[in-house]
């Protein structure tokens, strides 16, 4: 872009110089603008009078200058706008291998401040993020693969490789569009885990029935949070820490208990906390109920989940083992 530049400031000085040029040999301004515009652009056309000699050598000078400067801007334009494409063109091809060969991903349909502090904090937690927005301005500076296209259309889920997905998070402008984009990714991946955002309480239930896994509303998310705040703030407080900071060495953790897990029929007391030296605060049945703070001697089943805090090193241990 800077060679462009100076080309195209060339380009006029060429033609500035030309004008005060046949100023000077006796010709008005505007007859003087257009002999040299005519001259430089080559198209032709006769002089307006009879040139003298030193007019005709002026000439020559103007068109040589001209037409040189002329190509060569010319040349670079096109340069950059073949350039501009090409690079476009490859960073999308580039971008789509990539998002193919994506497997377990999460799908992030909408790029507001919602959908980028979800992605910011799956990022944090280890997860792949592919974002869709129609808005490619928007998602210009998103530092995850991107497909630009309408999230409530099948052709722009399936770039994003919905079918490879394990999640999808729905958080795009409108409920209505929510409960499209929620509706076409069930249909594609019945055994996707859908998340969707609601304005309106009046849209939970539809999203649920669309399909949703879970439905959210930040703003009464936020009031709740708010509220704990000040009705228990060292609940909330730790909670918070917890969950969503870095400064503090515990962490939550979720254990799936497949049927192949070497945690089937062992007890809390045998395996969980001596083995791995964590607190479980909860086991999910796989009816959906919770066995909160569960005896010692509690039997793991399959299909159950473990809710656990502990340090990093213990979860991790924790998910080594059942693995």
């Not at 929510?178 to 309106?200: C, E, G, K, W």
Request: glycine share 6%; aromatic share 6%.
């Amino acid at each position: 872009m800077g060679r462009l530049r100076y080309a195209l400031l060339a380009l006029v000085g060429v033609v500035a110089l030309g004008t005060v040029g046949y100023r000077a040999f006796g010709l008005s301004w505007t007859d003087a603008t257009y002999q040299t515009v005519t001259t430089v652009a080559t198209v032709g056309f006769r002089e307006l009078h009879e040139f003298s000699t030193a007019e005709k050598w002026f000439t020559i000078c103007i068109i040589v200058m001209g037409v040189s400067v002329t190509l060569y801007t010319f040349t670079l334009a096109m340069q950059a706008v073949v350039e501009g494409h090409l690079r476009d063109f490859l960073g999308r091809r580039q971008m789509d291998r990539k998002i193919a060969d994506m497997r377990d991903h999460v799908v992030m349909c909408g790029w507001g401040r919602v959908g980028k502090a979800v992605a910011y904090e799956l990022h944090r937690s280890g997860q792949q993020v592919v974002v869709v927005d129609i808005d490619p301005a928007r998602v210009a500076d998103a530092p995850f693969p991107t497909v630009i296209g309408d999230a409530t259309l099948d052709e722009t889920l399936a770039a994003a490789g919905i079918a490879r997905a394990r999640a999808l998070i729905a958080a795009v402008d409108g409920d209505a569009e929510n409960l499209f984009v929620t509706l076409s990714s069930r249909a594609l991946n019945p055994q996707l885990f859908i998340v969707a955002r609601a304005r309106q309480e009046s849209s939970v239930a539809k999203l649920t029935n669309a399909g949703a896994d879970r439905v959210v509303n930040p703003q009464e998310l936020g009031a709740a949070r708010m509220a704990s705040f000040v009705a228990r703030p060292h609940v909330a407080e730790f909670i918070d820490v917890v969950m969503h900071e870095r400064s503090m060495e515990f962490r939550m953790q979720e254990i799936e208990i497949r049927p192949d897990s070497p945690f089937v029929g062992a007890s809390v007391a045998d395996i969980l906390r001596q083995r791995a030296g964590v607190l479980v605060l909860a086991i999910r049945q796989p009816d959906g109920t919770f066995n909160t703070n569960p005896e010692p001697d509690t039997v793991m089943t399959p299909d159950q989940v473990i809710i656990a805090v502990g340090t990093d090193a213990a979860l991790s241990k924790l998910l080594e083992v059942s693995a």
